[in-house]
């Protein structure tokens, strides 16, 4: 815990305790009171921008997270292994990889203790082992390199394409057409820059197919909708961008799918006990990098996404 006495004269309130508190940089300072770890004479402080009041500052630094991932003994579901990948079916609510916030409980931290250290370091010390990656509530099928050989192999795979990746997801609705390929631009939104937007210039290109494999409601207007997506590229967020751009956003989703929901949804998500958006990662195709072997894994959704729709048939 850190100090500092304002006298009320200082200017905006993030400069002033970056002037108090060297240690801290100003842009530190403003993530901490974005965060709620600021208090002044013991009340909270949320704007880094309002002018610095006279008073006693306390701010909350957590503690550092270590630069290196550590091995944790977590559960692990393996659907294949050798010498040269891993393949694991990545439970939903687990991260893949350390960030601000998750230094722990990750996919990497799980496969650094399964693996005992023999992960391919091409990734980076961050990334071992990681040449593709799932959102953090997306569960599903993942592949990891164990050998330098087979990070290169795996990358250029999917760097060309040459992967099979097949999702299963519940919507909002249903998407309009029923079935057919979303080819767009993918970038950040320039209104808000935590989320990803379809854009008529710059971004990248990503490519969906998409399927309807049934809906639930009415047929003229259904409640929510089965979709199988095909990806053909791999950007972030691509298949939650896509679908709510053809008018059905993945239902729990917090992102991109928040508004508008019905209270019959809302209710229905909450009794499967969904805490993020209903996307699974069923198939991956590839061939093995090193042996040329054809491999092809598969994995049913989890148990929130098949009581949900075990919920939505009954509507």
Do not use: W
């Amino acid at each position: 815990m850190l100090e500092a006495r304002l006298d009320g004269t200082d200017g905006r309130l993030d400069r002033a305790l970056a002037s108090a508190l060297p240690t801290l940089s100003r842009a530190r300072l403003q993530a901490l009171i974005a965060g709620g770890a600021v208090t002044c004479d013991d009340a909270p402080v949320r704007q880094g921008s309002a002018a610095a009041r006279a008073g006693l500052y306390r701010v909350a630094v957590p503690p550092p997270e270590p630069a290196e991932p550590e091995p944790e003994a977590l559960p692990l579901a393996v659907l294949h292994e050798d010498a040269h990948l891993i393949v694991v079916d990545k439970p939903a609510g687990m991260p893949v990889h350390p960030s601000h916030g998750h230094a722990r409980g990750t996919l990497v931290n799980a496969l650094l203790h399964h693996c005992a250290g023999r992960l391919s370091g091409i990734g980076g010390v961050a990334r071992p082992g990681i040449v593709h990656r799932l959102d953090k509530d997306t569960s599903g099928v993942m592949v990891a390199a164990k050998s330098d050989a087979a990070h290169a192999g795996l990358s250029a795979l999917f760097a060309q394409h040459d992967i099979t990746r097949s999702y299963i997801a519940l919507t909002r609705g249903a998407p309009d057409p029923r079935a057919g390929r979303i080819e767009t631009r993918l970038g950040r939104s320039t209104s808000d820059r935590k989320k990803m937007a379809v854009l008529r210039s710059g971004g990248r290109e990503a490519v969906t197919d998409y399927a309807t494999l049934r809906t639930f409601g009415p047929d003229a207007r259904p409640l929510a909708a089965e979709v199988r997506c095909i990806l053909h590229t791999g950007r972030t967020h691509q298949i939650r961008v896509h679908l709510a751009h053809r008018g059905a956003p993945l239902l729990g989703d917090p992102v991109y799918g928040s508004g508008g929901v019905s209270p019959t949804l809302r209710e229905a998500v909450a009794a499967a006990g969904l805490s993020g958006q209903a996307l699974h990662a069923a198939i991956l195709g590839f061939v093995h990098p090193i042996t040329g072997e054809a491999l092809r894994f598969e994995s049913p959704p989890p148990r929130a996404m098949q009581a949900l729709a075990a919920i939505l048939t009954a509507l």
